[in-house]
Nanobody, 123 residues
Framework: QLHLVESGGGLVEPGGSLRLSCVASGDRLDSYAIGWFRQAPGKEREGVACISSMDDDTYYADSVKGRFNISRNNAAMTVFLQMHNLNSQDTAVYYC????????????????WGQGTQVTVSS
């Protein structure tokens, strides 16, 4: 059973940066693809970025491409989401999730989820 805990969220001004962390325990992290999803109030959950388990292939939503970077440190059991040039549309609760396949659209591919961390972009 994989357990995930996110951290690093907070309040940031437009144009600012944040780095989210997702720390795993309970199983080998390198066995899993990891996805970052977000959900804003009144909106559906959307995939932001994901990274495969085998080759570290990465995938990004068009809305964050060029601004966000997902990476993993399997030895440290941690996946990161580095976010730059944040704007108000990025305000949401961000979740990391683990599963067998990297997929931005199919959140049901991920059986393990963290509790989420709030990111608020506001001046």
């Amino acid at each position: 059973q994989l357990h995930l805990v996110e951290s690093g969220g907070g309040l940031v001004e437009p144009g600012g940066s944040l780095r989210l962390s997702c720390v795993a325990s309970g199983d080998r992290l390198d066995s899993y693809a990891i996805g970052w999803f977000r959900q804003a109030p009144g909106k559906e959950r959307e995939g932001v970025a994901c990274i495969s388990s085998m080759d570290d292939d990465t995938y990004y939503a068009d809305s964050v491409k060029g601004r966000f970077n997902i990476s993993r440190n399997n030895a440290a059991m941690t996946v990161f989401l580095q976010m730059h040039n944040l704007n108000s549309q990025d305000t949401a609760v961000y979740y990391c999730a683990a599963g067998p396949l990297a997929n931005l659209v199919r959140s049901d591919f991920y059986p393990y989820w963290g509790q989420g961390t709030q990111v608020t972009v506001s001046s």
